[in-house]
């Protein structure tokens, strides 16, 4: 799993921040890259990026303010002239159909492949084999949701060490044993195959929030996180500021990382009055209640690691 930023600005763009969508690839997981949000000229900031459109096989919105959805409809479109023929699935709000299928529609843009939307609700919204997703409600001007990914376990590894340590060289045998089979030998001797395989590997825990205030929820999907993705409008001294128009602050962004026990935070979605040196301020307010911060610019790429807990 790795994070690419493609938008960290939040309300309008700015010189050094586009309006907000992040990338997450999960290439090695399942060979496709999920979208949370898509700001105005979102496939602009794709093309300074290893992102790749027909690769896109989810894109989750969190609401449906304009600097969080106006790149939808011309990265849709763009996908079917970049060869992407494999079903993509947009999941947000209530109103995200309408707008998506007027925008397409008003403008004559032809989608060459399967697409569907869904207007999602509190609950999972997705699940496989691989992954479940889960959106609760947060506080904003708007309805707006907040996303938490939890990756399943992966099975232990094969404890090949072991096996040859008992004369049982690689072949078709293996197989059966990391399927902990039971299995016999040529010589007679029967061996578990529970026995050889390793402690199975957790599976990570990612949570996205949209804008919001510091609510409950915040904590909900955050609680245990490997990662939280958490919105940063304003400054610490600007909480007034931050709770009459919906949004939240370092301080309160680190504070629901310290208390939902999270591995790290990301800030994002900075209001463009914060520039240059501003941002160095701005992550060390975090830094100071939760250590383990950083602060995403456009383009930042974070590799998803298990936290140690």
């Given at each position: 799993m790795e994070f690419v930023f493609?938008?960290?600005?939040?309300?309008?763009?700015?010189?050094?921040?586009?309006?907000?969508?992040?990338?997450?690839?999960?290439?090695?997981e399942r060979g496709t890259t999920w979208l949370f949000d898509c700001g105005e000229a979102t496939q602009h900031q794709v093309l300074h990026t290893n992102v790749r459109l027909r690769k896109v096989e989810k894109i989750f919105i969190s609401h449906l303010h304009g600097d969080h959805i106006f790149g939808l409809p011309g990265l849709l479109g763009s996908r079917s002239f970049?060869?992407?023929?494999?079903?993509?699935?947009?999941?947000?709000?209530?109103?995200?159909?309408?707008?998506?299928?007027?925008?397409?529609?008003?403008?004559n843009t032809h989608i060459k492949y399967p697409l569907h939307i869904v207007e999602i609700e509190e609950g999972v919204i997705f699940e496989d084999d691989h992954i479940r997703v889960e959106v609760r409600?947060?506080?904003?001007g708007i309805p707006s949701y907040g996303y938490r990914?939890?990756?399943?376990?992966?099975?232990?590894?094969?404890?090949?060490?072991?096996?040859?340590?008992?004369?049982?060289?690689?072949?078709?045998?293996?197989?059966?044993?990391?399927?902990?089979?039971?299995v016999e030998l040529v010589d007679g001797s029967i061996i578990n195959g529970k026995d050889f395989i390793g402690p199975p590997q957790q599976g990570k825990i990612i949570a996205i929030l949209g804008?919001?205030?510091?609510?409950?929820?915040?904590?909900?999907?955050?609680?245990?996180?490997?990662?939280?993705?958490?919105?940063?409008?304003?400054?610490a001294e600007e909480e007034a500021n931050a709770y009459e128009f919906y949004h939240s602050t370092t301080a309160g962004a680190a504070n629901v990382a310290k208390k939902a026990g999270v591995g790290q935070l990301i800030l994002t979605h900075v209001s463009?009055?914060?520039?240059?040196?501003d941002c160095a301020m701005l992550v060390q307010e975090a830094q100071d209640i939760f250590p383990n911060t950083v602060l995403a610019e456009d383009f930042t790429r974070i590799v998803v690691k298990k936290a140690r807990f």
């Open positions: 493609l938008g960290t600005g939040a309300g309008i763009p700015s010189k050094g921040r586009n309006v907000s969508a992040i990338a997450l690839h999960l290439l090695e970049q060869g992407g023929e494999d079903e993509l699935t947009v999941y947000g709000p209530k109103g995200l159909k309408d707008f998506i299928e007027v925008s397409l529609r008003v403008s409600k947060l506080e904003h990914l939890v990756e399943r376990d992966v099975p232990g590894a094969l404890l090949v060490d072991k096996l040859q340590a008992l004369g049982i060289k690689p072949g078709p045998l293996y197989k059966k044993i990391k399927d902990g089979e039971v804008d919001t205030r510091i609510c409950s929820n915040n904590y909900v999907l955050a609680e245990g996180a490997d990662v939280l993705v958490h919105e940063a409008t304003f400054a463009s009055r914060y520039q240059g040196a």
